[in-house]
């Protein structure tokens, strides 16, 4: 089991940029992991993905305002979002996989372990 930390929630104002980041408890080298993000009401969806090969994929909503990437020396996983609006309101969670290969940003159910997320609030 993978123990997984989020931190760099913020309110921020509609425009601006954060920086997430996913601190694991073991080595993330290998392992598929992706960052998701709910509202309530509404079902976690995926965001980003990033295989232990460290080949990225993005939800087509946020491509080109998000990069995901990993710091190996550090175990951390980050995400980065520019351009916030709004709708990125919600809180965001990292998850863990077992294996290297992703499937897509849309699997909820091939990631084992998760965090217990970090609220972003972006103002209009």
């Known amino acids: 089991q993978v123990h997984l930390e989020e931190s760099g929630g913020d309110s921020v104002q509609a425009g601006g940029s954060l920086t997430l980041s996913c601190k694991a408890s073991g080595i993330i080298a290998l392992l598929c992991m992706g960052w998701f993000r709910q509202t309530p009401g509404k079902e976690r969806e995926g965001v980003a993905v990033?295989?232990?090969?460290?080949?990225?994929q993005y939800e087509d909503s946020v491509k080109g305002r998000v990069s995901i990437f990993k710091d190996y020396t550090k175990n951390t996983m980050y995400l980065r979002i520019n351009s916030l609006v709004p709708e990125d309101t919600a809180m965001y969670y990292c998850?863990?996989?077992?294996?290297?290969?992703?499937?897509?940003?849309?699997?909820?159910?091939?990631?084992?372990?998760w965090g217990q997320g970090t609220q972003v609030t972006v103002s209009s």
């Open positions: 990033i295989s232990g090969q460290g080949i990225p």
């Open positions: 998850a863990a996989a077992r294996y290297a290969s992703c499937p897509g940003v849309t699997d909820r159910s091939y990631f084992i372990d």
